[in-house]
């Protein structure tokens, strides 16, 4: 057991760090009316951006499944449809 009382300090420190961060991120603190930051958000998004820059839409990803899959259209189809694995 005496072996142990090396861990009391960082424990103590622990538990001191998580009662601290639990007062200070409180329902409470800072809090906005919703009617007020819904009325901020509509007046940023209808100012003008400045000039040179441009609203475009995010390229759209190909999505991947992690799974290589060979093309089955093009030249090559009608060749690779004799083969069978083997």
Known sequence: ???LL???PSA???AAAMV???WAGRDGRGEVDRDVAVQRLGK???KDLPA???RTAPPVRDRSTGIAVRPSHGAGADRGASRRAG
Request: aromatic share 12%.
């Open 20 to 22: 601290w961060v639990s």
């Open 12 to 14: 103590v420190v622990t």
């Open 52 to 54: 040179g820059t441009r």
């Open 1 to 3: 057991m005496e072996i």
């Open 6 to 8: 090396w861990l009391v």
């Open 44 to 46: 940023a998004l209808d």
